[in-house]
């Protein structure tokens, strides 16, 4: 079966650096991808991952681990409208058109 | 905006209703998508459309009836609901194949957020 993990919530502070963990266990695999979804908003595209190692994009950063099943989000200099769900999704070697998800991080971001 | 509206954002329906979600991708894309998100719950896949024929189908009651006229527009006809259907009902889009290496991201729209009484 398809399994994806991830916390459930986290609180930041304001400017500070936060990583959300996501581990996953699929048949096959051929990319991980970050969205970000805002309260009542479509979710967004935020980084894609289907190669070992770190790919970078502003603030944001997202690394992968192939033989550990395993992906983080990097936040820095987190800012309040960071405050958002985060979701994690792996798309499996046989089916292009299918993601599975994980339940979302959601993260609070205070002052 | 992400180049895939859904209407309406909201809808309330009783369980003997029938009604219709709309779909609308302005990407060029060829595949799309119906996904369930409830409350802490992972996304569910429900339906695939690629190249407006169906592909994927995951276990969906028959109270879900995905339609796909042409590569722009989905709809999903909902009759005879239950209250555990209520949650947010997300449409997404892609290129159906891309070029090796391509990532092929999934757009999605903001959803229609459903409530069964």
């Known amino acids: 079966g398809q399994n994806i993990d991830q916390p459930t919530e986290m609180t930041a502070t304001e400017g500070a650096i936060v990583q959300i963990n996501c581990t996953y266990q699929?048949?096959?695999?051929?990319?991980l991808f970050w969205y970000q979804q805002h309260a009542g908003e479509a979710p967004t595209f935020l980084s894609y991952?289907?190669?070992?190692g770190l790919e970078e994009k502003g603030r944001f950063s997202s690394f992968l681990s192939r033989s550990k099943g395993y992906s983080y989000l990097l936040l820095k200099e987190l800012q309040m409208k960071d405050s958002a769900s985060y979701l994690c999704?792996?798309?499996?070697?046989?089916?292009?058109?299918?993601?599975?998800f994980g339940s979302g991080t959601k993260l609070n971001v205070k002052p | 905006e992400t180049g895939v509206t859904q209407t309406p954002r909201h809808l309330v329906m009783g369980m003997t209703n029938k009604k219709s979600l709309k779909c609308e991708q302005h990407?060029?894309?060829?595949?799309m998508y119906w996904y369930k998100q409830s409350a802490k719950k992972p996304l569910e896949l429900m339906f695939v459309?690629?190249?407006?024929?169906?592909?994927e189908n995951n276990s969906v009651p028959s109270r879900f009836s995905p339609e796909c006229p042409n590569s722009s527009h989905l709809f999903l006809h909902l009759h005879t609901l239950q209250p555990e259907d209520s949650a947010l009902y997300l449409c997404?889009?892609?290129?159906?194949?891309?070029?090796?290496?391509?990532?092929?991201?999934?757009?999605f729209g903001a959803g229609t957020r459903l409530s069964v009484l």
């Open positions: 459309y690629s190249l407006e024929e169906r592909v």
């Open positions: 699929t048949s096959g695999f051929n990319g």
């Open positions: 990407l060029g894309h060829n595949a």
């Open positions: 997404a889009s892609s290129h159906d194949r891309a070029p090796p290496g391509a990532k092929n991201i999934q757009y």
């Open positions: 999704a792996v798309r499996p070697l046989y089916n292009f058109n299918k993601f599975y």
């Open positions: 991952n289907v190669l070992d």
